[in-house]
Protein backbone atom coordinates (compact mmCIF):
# COMPACT_ATOMS: atom_id res chain seq x y z
CA UNK A 1 0.00 0.00 0.00
CA UNK A 2 1.28 3.77 -0.93
CA UNK A 3 2.10 5.00 2.48
CA UNK A 4 3.57 8.74 2.99
CA UNK A 5 5.30 9.59 5.96
CA UNK A 6 5.39 12.64 8.63
CA UNK A 7 8.77 12.91 10.61
CA UNK A 8 9.77 15.64 12.81
CA UNK A 9 13.39 17.74 12.79
CA UNK A 10 15.22 14.85 14.72
CA UNK A 11 14.35 12.15 11.99
CA UNK A 12 14.77 14.32 9.05
CA UNK A 13 18.57 14.89 9.83
CA UNK A 14 18.29 10.69 9.80
CA UNK A 15 16.26 10.45 6.76
CA UNK A 16 19.00 12.98 4.97
CA UNK A 17 21.56 10.63 6.31
CA UNK A 18 19.95 8.01 4.95
CA UNK A 19 19.00 6.10 7.99
CA UNK A 20 16.01 4.01 8.45
CA UNK A 21 13.18 5.77 10.10
CA UNK A 22 11.41 3.96 12.41
CA UNK A 23 7.95 4.28 12.63
CA UNK A 24 4.82 3.98 15.93
CA UNK A 25 1.11 4.31 15.90
CA UNK A 26 -0.34 7.07 15.02
CA UNK A 27 -1.79 9.36 18.31
CA UNK A 28 -4.91 11.33 16.73
CA UNK A 29 -4.67 13.55 20.25
CA UNK A 30 -1.12 14.23 19.34
CA UNK A 31 -0.63 14.17 15.69
CA UNK A 32 2.59 16.89 16.54
CA UNK A 33 4.69 14.98 18.41
CA UNK A 34 6.89 11.56 17.61
CA UNK A 35 7.62 9.87 14.55
CA UNK A 36 4.65 7.93 12.71
CA UNK A 37 3.49 6.56 9.13
CA UNK A 38 0.44 7.48 7.60
CA UNK A 39 -1.45 5.42 5.36
CA UNK A 40 -3.42 6.84 1.93
CA UNK A 41 -7.14 6.29 2.94
CA UNK A 42 -6.91 6.80 6.92
CA UNK A 43 -9.50 9.17 7.99
CA UNK A 44 -7.53 9.80 10.84
CA UNK A 45 -4.10 9.93 9.71
CA UNK A 46 -5.53 12.48 6.81
CA UNK A 47 -6.18 14.67 10.06
CA UNK A 48 -3.04 14.14 11.07
CA UNK A 49 -1.24 14.59 7.85
CA UNK A 50 -3.08 17.87 7.53
CA UNK A 51 -2.21 19.35 10.76
CA UNK A 52 1.22 18.77 9.68
CA UNK A 53 1.53 19.95 7.08
CA UNK A 54 0.13 23.36 8.09
CA UNK A 55 2.46 23.74 11.12
CA UNK A 56 5.71 22.25 9.41
CA UNK A 57 8.55 23.68 7.78
CA UNK A 58 9.11 20.12 5.84
CA UNK A 59 7.25 16.84 4.65
CA UNK A 60 8.11 13.28 3.40
CA UNK A 61 7.16 12.20 0.61
CA UNK A 62 7.77 8.64 -0.25
CA UNK A 63 11.22 8.43 -0.63
CA UNK A 64 11.69 12.16 -0.96
CA UNK A 65 11.80 14.59 1.92
CA UNK A 66 10.72 17.89 0.70
CA UNK A 67 11.35 21.38 3.35
CA UNK A 68 9.43 25.16 2.92
CA UNK A 69 11.71 27.44 0.59
CA UNK A 70 13.18 29.29 3.68
CA UNK A 71 14.12 26.16 5.41
CA UNK A 72 17.90 27.22 5.60
CA UNK A 73 18.12 31.12 4.54
CA UNK A 74 15.80 32.89 6.19
CA UNK A 75 16.35 36.22 3.73
CA UNK A 76 14.04 34.07 1.41
CA UNK A 77 10.27 34.97 1.47
CA UNK A 78 7.65 33.41 -0.02
CA UNK A 79 3.57 34.52 -0.48
CA UNK A 80 1.78 31.25 -1.66
CA UNK A 81 -0.47 32.75 -4.39
CA UNK A 82 -2.61 29.51 -4.66
CA UNK A 83 -3.00 29.47 -1.38
CA UNK A 84 -5.06 32.73 -1.83
CA UNK A 85 -7.61 33.88 -4.52
CA UNK A 86 -4.39 36.76 -5.83
CA UNK A 87 -3.78 34.49 -8.87
CA UNK A 88 -4.69 34.31 -12.08
CA UNK A 89 -7.46 31.86 -11.69
CA UNK A 90 -8.79 34.70 -8.77
CA UNK A 91 -9.55 31.14 -6.25
CA UNK A 92 -7.40 29.08 -4.07
CA UNK A 93 -6.32 26.52 -5.22
CA UNK A 94 -4.28 25.12 -2.46
CA UNK A 95 -6.29 23.71 0.06
CA UNK A 96 -3.74 21.96 2.54
CA UNK A 97 -0.39 23.11 1.27
CA UNK A 98 0.02 26.59 3.27
CA UNK A 99 3.65 26.79 2.00
CA UNK A 100 6.03 26.16 -1.06
CA UNK A 101 8.16 23.43 -0.46
CA UNK A 102 11.13 22.01 -2.58
CA UNK A 103 13.19 18.83 -1.93
CA UNK A 104 15.65 19.13 0.38
CA UNK A 105 18.54 19.47 -1.89
CA UNK A 106 17.07 22.10 -3.98
CA UNK A 107 16.27 24.07 -0.89
CA UNK A 108 20.22 24.48 -0.56
CA UNK A 109 20.96 25.85 -3.54
CA UNK A 110 18.13 28.09 -3.15
CA UNK A 111 19.51 29.13 0.48
CA UNK A 112 22.88 29.71 -1.46
CA UNK A 113 21.47 32.07 -4.89
CA UNK A 114 19.96 33.96 -1.84
CA UNK A 115 23.85 34.18 -0.24
CA UNK A 116 24.23 35.46 -3.68
CA UNK A 117 21.63 37.53 -4.00
CA UNK A 118 22.63 39.30 -0.59
CA UNK A 119 26.04 40.33 -1.74
CA UNK A 120 24.87 42.50 -4.31
CA UNK A 121 22.10 44.21 -2.43
CA UNK A 122 21.43 43.27 1.47
CA UNK A 123 18.57 44.26 1.25
CA UNK A 124 16.92 42.25 -1.56
CA UNK A 125 15.30 39.10 -0.92
CA UNK A 126 13.76 36.03 -3.36
CA UNK A 127 10.15 36.26 -3.04
CA UNK A 128 8.77 32.95 -3.50
CA UNK A 129 5.35 32.76 -5.77
CA UNK A 130 5.38 28.95 -6.12
CA UNK A 131 7.33 25.41 -5.88
CA UNK A 132 5.61 22.29 -5.26
CA UNK A 133 2.38 22.09 -7.45
CA UNK A 134 0.07 18.72 -6.89
CA UNK A 135 -0.62 17.30 -10.02
CA UNK A 136 -4.30 17.48 -9.20
CA UNK A 137 -3.75 21.63 -9.15
CA UNK A 138 -2.04 21.20 -12.55
CA UNK A 139 -4.92 19.80 -14.21
CA UNK A 140 -7.02 22.10 -12.94
CA UNK A 141 -5.22 24.67 -13.94
CA UNK A 142 -4.93 23.28 -17.32
CA UNK A 143 -8.64 23.17 -17.57
CA UNK A 144 -9.40 26.59 -16.44
CA UNK A 145 -7.44 27.48 -19.90
CA UNK A 146 -9.60 25.33 -22.24
CA UNK A 147 -10.42 28.26 -24.63
CA UNK A 148 -6.40 27.86 -25.80
CA UNK A 149 -5.50 24.99 -28.29
CA UNK A 150 -3.90 22.19 -26.27
CA UNK A 151 -0.36 23.25 -28.38
CA UNK A 152 -0.69 26.75 -27.29
CA UNK A 153 -1.45 25.98 -23.97
CA UNK A 154 1.52 24.16 -22.81
CA UNK A 155 3.43 27.79 -22.81
CA UNK A 156 1.57 28.83 -20.18
CA UNK A 157 0.57 25.48 -18.38
CA UNK A 158 2.89 22.69 -18.38
CA UNK A 159 0.30 19.69 -19.77
CA UNK A 160 -0.54 17.74 -16.68
CA UNK A 161 -0.12 14.92 -18.93
CA UNK A 162 3.47 15.15 -19.17
CA UNK A 163 3.77 16.66 -15.59
CA UNK A 164 5.43 19.66 -14.74
CA UNK A 165 8.48 20.31 -13.08
CA UNK A 166 6.38 22.09 -10.29
CA UNK A 167 4.70 18.34 -9.78
CA UNK A 168 8.29 16.67 -8.44
CA UNK A 169 9.11 19.77 -5.87
CA UNK A 170 11.80 20.84 -8.11
CA UNK A 171 10.54 24.64 -9.65
CA UNK A 172 10.18 27.49 -8.13
CA UNK A 173 8.24 30.73 -9.31
CA UNK A 174 9.89 33.75 -7.81
CA UNK A 175 10.99 37.44 -7.87
CA UNK A 176 13.43 39.83 -6.05
CA UNK A 177 11.84 42.01 -3.81
CA UNK A 178 13.17 45.04 -1.19
CA UNK A 179 12.97 44.85 2.34
CA UNK A 180 9.36 46.79 2.06
CA UNK A 181 8.23 43.89 0.54
CA UNK A 182 8.14 45.45 -2.74
CA UNK A 183 8.59 43.05 -5.56
CA UNK A 184 10.90 44.36 -8.16
CA UNK A 185 9.51 45.76 -11.87
CA UNK A 186 9.96 43.08 -13.99
CA UNK A 187 7.43 44.77 -17.06
CA UNK A 188 4.83 41.95 -16.22
CA UNK A 189 3.15 40.80 -13.36
CA UNK A 190 3.72 37.28 -11.98
CA UNK A 191 1.41 34.63 -14.40
CA UNK A 192 0.85 37.60 -16.52
CA UNK A 193 0.27 35.06 -19.83
CA UNK A 194 1.24 37.80 -22.31
CA UNK A 195 4.45 38.03 -24.61
CA UNK A 196 5.84 40.68 -22.68
CA UNK A 197 6.50 38.46 -20.21
CA UNK A 198 8.61 36.00 -22.63
CA UNK A 199 12.61 36.37 -21.55
CA UNK A 200 13.17 35.76 -25.16
CA UNK A 201 11.97 38.63 -26.47
CA UNK A 202 13.14 41.27 -23.62
CA UNK A 203 15.15 43.12 -26.67
CA UNK A 204 12.04 43.36 -29.01
CA UNK A 205 9.96 44.93 -26.00
CA UNK A 206 12.93 47.02 -25.32
CA UNK A 207 13.10 48.26 -29.12
CA UNK A 208 9.44 49.05 -29.26
CA UNK A 209 9.78 51.05 -25.68
CA UNK A 210 7.01 48.67 -24.29
CA UNK A 211 9.58 47.85 -21.48
CA UNK A 212 12.55 49.43 -20.04
CA UNK A 213 16.29 48.70 -19.45
CA UNK A 214 15.54 48.71 -15.51
CA UNK A 215 13.14 46.45 -16.16
CA UNK A 216 15.09 44.02 -18.16
CA UNK A 217 18.29 44.64 -15.53
CA UNK A 218 15.67 43.34 -12.39
CA UNK A 219 14.84 40.39 -14.36
CA UNK A 220 18.95 39.26 -15.51
CA UNK A 221 19.46 40.41 -11.85
CA UNK A 222 17.18 37.40 -10.74
CA UNK A 223 18.64 35.24 -13.68
CA UNK A 224 22.26 36.07 -12.55
CA UNK A 225 21.04 35.23 -9.34
CA UNK A 226 19.44 31.76 -9.88
CA UNK A 227 22.01 30.21 -12.75
CA UNK A 228 24.63 31.40 -9.93
CA UNK A 229 23.31 28.15 -8.44
CA UNK A 230 22.56 26.11 -11.43
CA UNK A 231 18.66 26.93 -12.29
CA UNK A 232 17.86 27.13 -15.63
CA UNK A 233 15.23 29.73 -16.72
CA UNK A 234 12.50 29.32 -19.18
CA UNK A 235 11.33 31.24 -22.48
CA UNK A 236 8.01 32.23 -21.63
CA UNK A 237 7.91 33.07 -18.16
CA UNK A 238 10.22 35.43 -16.49
CA UNK A 239 9.77 33.87 -13.53
CA UNK A 240 9.80 30.13 -13.22
CA UNK A 241 13.49 28.66 -12.94
CA UNK A 242 13.97 24.68 -12.82
CA UNK A 243 16.52 22.92 -11.05
CA UNK A 244 17.00 20.59 -13.17
CA UNK A 245 16.50 19.55 -16.71
CA UNK A 246 13.01 17.65 -16.96
CA UNK A 247 14.79 14.23 -17.56
CA UNK A 248 16.95 14.24 -14.63
CA UNK A 249 13.92 15.43 -12.00
CA UNK A 250 11.64 12.27 -13.19
CA UNK A 251 14.72 10.15 -12.62
CA UNK A 252 15.37 11.79 -9.26
CA UNK A 253 12.21 12.71 -7.48
CA UNK A 254 8.96 11.37 -7.04
CA UNK A 255 5.51 12.74 -8.74
CA UNK A 256 3.34 14.36 -6.13
CA UNK A 257 -0.09 13.68 -7.30
CA UNK A 258 -2.59 14.99 -5.86
CA UNK A 259 -2.55 17.66 -2.59
CA UNK A 260 -0.73 15.69 0.40
CA UNK A 261 -3.70 15.78 3.55
CA UNK A 262 -7.13 16.65 1.35
ZN1 LIG B 1 6.49 27.86 -12.71
Redesign the pocket.
Known amino acids: MKTIRGLFLSTLLLAACGETNQTEEVDPQTPLSGDFEFVEGDPVVKKALKAEILENDWLIHGKDTLVSVDHFNKNIWWELKYASEDNFMHRVLYDTLKKPYVQIDIARRLAKSQEYLTGRDSGYHLLVY ?1 AL ?1 PLSVQWEMWNALDTIPAFERGKFV ?1 NPRNG ?3 NYGA ?3 LTICQSNKKPLDMGAEYDDIRKIAYPSLESEFLKSGEITQQQIANRKLLRRTLKSQGFSN ?1 PT ?1 W ?3 NAFPRPVVKSKYQIVTRELGE
Open positions: DRSSVHAVDIEWHF
